[in-house]
Structure formats: C-alpha cells, structure tokens
C-alpha cells in the first residue's frame, strides 16, 4: 500500500496515482486540505489510536512507500485576522499528524526523505553543495546588513543584481514574490526593509537560455527554457511559464554525473534543479526544489517522469 501525504486536485497527485491504478497498485491519500480525502487507523500504543476520517481507511502497519506531496495552499484566507488565525491553526494540527506519521515511516522507502527533504530545500545549503560537486554557483550575498549588500552590489557595476528570498513570499491576495532585479538605488531606498530578514542577493547571470532538470532517481530529465523571448520571462520565467518556451535537451554525460552525485549528497531519490546556460555555454546552478513541479513539462514535452515516479513506488528501491 503506497501513502501518498498531498492534495487530492494537485495534478501531479492526479497523474501518478493514473499510472499507479495502470499497474493494478494500491493507494491512499491523507488530503489536509480535503474532506474526500481517504482515511488510516493506527494503534499508537495502549489505550492510544490515531484515526484519521476518510472515504477508507487502511492500516500504517500495511504502508511499504510514501509519497511526500503536500503543497501549500494557494491563496489563505484573509477576510478577517480569525480567518488567518484559523487556517495557520488547522495547518499546524495536521503538521503534527504528518510529523508522526513521517516518524513511524521512517523505515520504509519515501520520495523524498522527509528531513533530507528539509535540509536540502535551505538555499546556503543548496549552494554549499552545489560548489563542493564542483558547480558553478552565482557570485551571492546572504545578508541584512544594508551597508554590506550596498556594497555587493557596487563593487561591480557594469553587472546586474538580483534579489529572491528564501521561502516563497505568498500573501494573502495570492500574489507570489519572483526574483527581482536590484541596484544600488532600490537597495539604499529599501534600507530599513533589507535589516528586517536575511535576504539573498546574486549577480544576475546572463543568459543563452535555462534549464529545468528533473531527477528520479539516477534518471535525469532536462528541459531547455527559452526564457530570453520575453521581457516577463527573462528574470524569472516562471512570471511567463505557459507560453511555448520549452524544449527536450539532452546535457553532456560528464555534467550529467555531477549533478546525479550532487543528488545523492543531498539525500533525494526526486528533485527539480534550475540552471542557467550562460553566454559561454557553461551551466551555472541557481537552486533545486526537492518538491518541484513537472506537469506542465510532461504535457508539453513527453517526459515520462509521473510513470517513473510511480514504479518507483510501487516497486521500491532499497533504503540506507
């Protein structure tokens, strides 16, 4: 029996548990965000049960993979500060459902491991790595001290900046912080809003195109981003991503080894890495999403990478 820990409408869920019902295997879905989601009953100990409304219920003790897909919620609710407060609330509850269900998990197979997941979605961590396998890294400042990040930036100043945070920057109204450009103008107007969190700040890499890699296990599955074709796709091309900018691109195998040994240092069996081709042909490495999105490169490009995913959990490889 497969667990798979996401939203029952998340089109990713939908197109793995497709190839899974292909191949005759069986599944539930523990959807926080849904009453249709399925059910599981577990004997925590002596006179303690975990149950867990739903359409049917299975036992923990029968679960031989998981599947880690829980996403945010899009927009939250904003009417009033109880609306806020209410949904941070139940969020936090079902956080301590999934925290022992990742606990009691632990032993069985698992995309991704839940605390190799964790640790390898931080930024410092993704670029520590990153350059210890031999990729070449953006030239970046990790900083709220207004002086030092003024001062990153007018070192150089025949370059362009940008700044991105490290976690999404999601309000209420559903609007999603991209990467921007900055100067040395924007950053000393922005004084008292740069000392209010670290921030990270990177000289912008110019560009031929990008890529999105996705790795299931020691397969890898690159697409080509044409992001250049539009001004609101150059910076950041997921402020454009359904316009017809993508193509399959097949990377150099040396490359290829690296990335796959940087994958295993972080701990993964799937993630989703950006790339950018810079003006000498050289792949810089931007950041890598342990829980990041394909469907739109599926439909569009044909990679196969719902199938995979799902033979590996219906047939999973062994743990360390």
Not at 116 to 130: C, D, F, G, I
Not at 132 to 151: F, M
Not at 237 to 254: K, L, P, S
């Amino acid at each position: 029996m497969i667990l798979i820990i996401g939203h029952r409408k998340d089109p990713h869920v939908s197109a793995v548990t497709r190839e899974l019902r292909r191949v005759g295997h069986l599944f539930t879905i523990i959807d926080s965000y849904s009453k249709l989601g399925d059910g599981l009953h577990h004997r925590v100990a002596s006179g303690v049960t975990l149950d867990i409304g739903g359409m049917d219920k299975i036992l923990l003790s029968e679960v031989t993979a998981v599947w880690w897909r829980q996403k945010p919620k899009f927009a939250i609710p904003a009417e009033t500060p109880s609306a806020l407060y209410d949904y941070f609330f139940v969020h936090r509850e079902w956080n301590q459902i999934i925290d022992y269900l990742g606990a009691e998990t632990r032993h069985v197979f698992s995309i991704n491991d839940r605390d190799r997941a964790a640790a390898a979605n931080n930024k410092l961590v993704q670029l520590k790595l990153a350059a210890a396998a031999g990729l070449e890294i953006p030239r970046t400042l990790v900083s709220n001290d207004s002086d030092s990040i003024v001062k990153f930036v007018e070192d150089s100043v025949n370059k362009r900046y940008i700044f991105k945070p490290f976690t999404p920057y999601m309000p209420p109204t559903g609007l999603i912080t991209f990467t921007s450009l900055v100067d040395a103008a924007t950053l000393l107007a922005a004084r008292d809003s740069l000392s209010v969190s670290p921030g990270i700040f990177q000289e912008f890499v110019e560009k031929q195109c990008e890529l999105r890699i996705s790795v299931v296990g020691d397969e890898v599955f690159a697409a080509r981003i044409n992001s250049k074709y539009s001004i609101h796709s150059e910076v950041d091309w997921r402020q454009d991503q359904f316009n017809d900018m993508y193509a399959v691109h097949e990377i150099d195998g040396t490359f290829a080894e690296r990335l796959l040994a940087f994958h295993r240092k972080l701990g993964l069996f799937f993630a989703a890495y950006d790339f950018v081709v810079n003006k000498d042909g050289k792949l810089v490495f931007l950041e890598v999403n342990p829980a990041g999105q394909w469907m739109w490169l599926e439909l569009r490009l044909n990679l196969p990478i719902s199938e995979r995913i799902a033979t590996a959990l219906a047939n999973p490889p062994g743990i360390d």
